[in-house]
């Protein structure tokens, strides 16, 4: 092959391929699990009886307390993003595991806004506090499952908001 | 060995979880119980669990786990800088064991460091029990090379192999940052030796059994 088909790329290190020891291997043997197991253990994930409000209001409170930093300028641009992103990133992972899958939806749209968004301003920390209040009605209203036509609108509305942010920063 | 009881052995043969040593470092207790209790149910009866990055280092010296999973963690701890001592600090027992990261982060970019902290497997939470054995599985059946650079020490980076690949030196296009300093260069090499001394050790141990 070639040397000079890509020239700006320059040659930096040297890396060394190593096979380690296969210990879990060795411990474990062979076979997989039974497929009976595998649905044990989903029915046992799904029908989990943890109260999930406690977690959530404490990861509600980060978040608050995120925005309250955000907003009295104690914390600025990716400082505050980061404490804002991982309550809501928690929140994602967290609500359908206990059932909240509604919290869940609403908590990704709120990670990936958080993600993208570019500066830090009034506008942004609204959509935050959009999306924290849907948050707390949904928990406040134990509003379990996918939350049906209420969620659905719920979920439009708040990818609306962070749409009409993004159009709002479109150069014309 | 007769005929119906190699059959049955076939048969009934399954993974001996029971033989294997799990550490969860979780943020959260609700969800340490939860993935704990879906071990067990798949048979894996030794798991420890930790709240923290230092509490985590330190059960992972002291217990040697054949597997770690770890959560994203809340800054100032983080399970990429826990990833990253388990594979480059000096009393680390095993930079090779096997890291499963679970979080709720799935955008490409967190993809991105995560596998450049050294991590084997990301799983996205909310997960299923079904997602979860599969990347145990794939650990076990599909363990991945180590690779050994002045930049990075861990389980080779690419999953796939494009064989359409024109380029001159696939692993000189990315220098993750993270790497990048005197002491985190230093730290990998040394590493990278004692990874090389377990290896040693192993082949050595190995050879005496035969």
Same mark, same amino acid.
């Given at each position: 092959?070639?040397?000079?088909?890509?020239?700006?790329?320059?040659?930096?290190?040297? /890396?060394?391929?190593?096979?380690?020891?296969?210990?879990?291997?060795?411990?474990?043997?062979?076979?997989?699990?039974?497929?009976?197991?595998?649905?044990?253990?989903?029915?046992?994930?799904?029908?989990?009886?943890?109260?999930?409000?406690?977690?959530?209001?404490?990861?509600?409170?980060?978040?608050?307390?995120?925005?309250?930093?955000?907003?009295?300028?104690?914390?600025?641009?990716?400082?505050?993003?980061?404490?804002?992103?991982?309550?809501?990133?928690?929140?994602?992972?967290?609500?359908?595991?206990?059932?909240?899958?509604?919290?869940?939806?609403?908590?990704?749209?709120?990670?990936?806004?958080?993600?993208?968004?570019?500066?830090?301003?009034?506008?942004?920390?609204?959509?935050?506090?959009?999306?924290?209040? /849907?948050?707390?009605?949904?928990? /406040?209203?134990?509003?379990?499952?996918?939350?049906?036509?209420?969620?659905?609108?719920?979920?439009?509305?708040?990818?609306? /908001?962070?749409?009409?942010?993004?159009?709002?920063?479109?150069?014309? | 060995?007769?005929?119906?009881?190699?059959?049955?052995?076939?048969?009934?043969?399954?993974?001996?979880?029971?033989?294997?040593?799990?550490?969860?470092?979780?943020?959260?207790?609700?969800?340490?119980?939860?993935?704990?209790?879906?071990?067990?149910?798949?048979?894996?009866?030794?798991?420890?669990?930790?709240?923290?990055?230092?509490?985590?280092?330190?059960?992972?010296?002291?217990?040697?786990?054949?597997?770690?999973?770890?959560?994203?963690?809340?800054?100032?701890?983080?399970?990429?800088?826990?990833?990253?001592?388990?594979?480059?600090?000096?009393?680390?027992?095993?930079?090779?064991?096997?890291?499963?990261?679970?979080?709720?982060?799935?955008?490409?970019?967190?993809?991105?460091?995560?596998?450049?902290?050294?991590?084997?497997?990301?799983?996205?939470?909310?997960?299923?029990?079904?997602?979860?054995?599969?990347?145990?599985?794939?650990?076990?059946?599909?363990?991945?090379?180590?690779?050994?650079?002045?930049?990075?020490?861990?389980?080779?980076?690419?999953?796939?192999?494009?064989?359409?690949?024109?380029?001159?030196?696939?692993?000189?296009?990315?220098?993750?940052?993270?790497?990048?300093?005197?002491?985190?260069?230093?730290?990998?090499?040394?590493?990278?030796?004692?990874?090389?001394?377990?290896?040693?050790?192993?082949?050595?141990?190995?050879?005496?059994?035969?």
């Amino acid at each position: 092959m070639s040397d000079d088909i890509f020239p700006q790329q320059q040659k930096v290190r040297h /890396a060394e391929l190593i096979s380690p020891p296969n210990r879990l291997k060795e411990k474990v043997g062979s076979g997989g699990i039974d497929e009976n197991v595998l649905q044990k253990a989903q029915e046992l994930l799904e029908r989990n009886t943890i109260n999930f409000d406690p977690i959530a209001n404490m990861l509600l409170d980060l978040l608050v307390e995120a925005i309250a930093d955000a907003k009295s300028g104690a914390l600025k641009g990716e400082d505050a993003l980061g404490a804002m992103i991982y309550p809501a990133m928690q929140l994602k992972a967290q609500g359908t595991m206990f059932h909240y899958p509604l919290v869940s939806d609403i908590s990704h749209i709120l990670v990936n806004f958080l993600e993208t968004v570019e500066d830090l301003n009034r506008d942004v920390l609204d959509i935050v506090v959009a999306h924290k209040m /849907a948050i707390k009605a949904v928990l /406040a209203s134990q509003l379990k499952g996918d939350g049906g036509k209420t969620g659905k609108e719920l979920r439009e509305a708040l990818m609306e /908001a962070c749409g009409r942010y993004y159009r709002s920063k479109k150069p014309q | 060995m007769p005929l119906c009881s190699f059959f049955i052995h076939k048969v009934i043969m399954t993974y001996q979880f029971k033989h294997m040593t799990v550490l969860l470092v979780e943020s959260t207790r609700a969800m340490a119980d939860l993935t704990k209790s879906i071990l067990m149910t798949f048979g894996v009866t030794d798991i420890h669990t930790a709240f923290s990055m230092k509490e985590g280092f330190e059960k992972f010296r002291a217990l040697e786990p054949d597997l770690v999973i770890i959560d994203w963690l809340q800054e100032p701890d983080n399970g990429l800088e826990l990833t990253r001592r388990i594979r480059s600090d000096k009393q680390s027992p095993n930079p090779f064991t096997p890291i499963i990261l679970m979080t709720g982060y799935s955008q490409i970019k967190r993809v991105l460091m995560a596998r450049d902290s050294g991590i084997t497997e990301f799983l996205v939470k909310p997960f299923t029990a079904r997602a979860l054995y599969q990347r145990i599985e794939q650990i076990i059946e599909m363990p991945r090379y180590f690779v050994v650079s002045d930049k990075y020490f861990g389980p080779d980076r690419r999953r796939k192999r494009d064989s359409n690949y024109a380029g001159t030196d696939r692993r000189a296009d990315r220098q993750p940052e993270p790497y990048s300093s005197p002491e985190r260069i230093k730290a990998t090499l040394s590493a990278a030796e004692k990874a090389r001394e377990i290896l040693r050790k192993h082949t050595q141990d190995s050879s005496k059994e035969t």
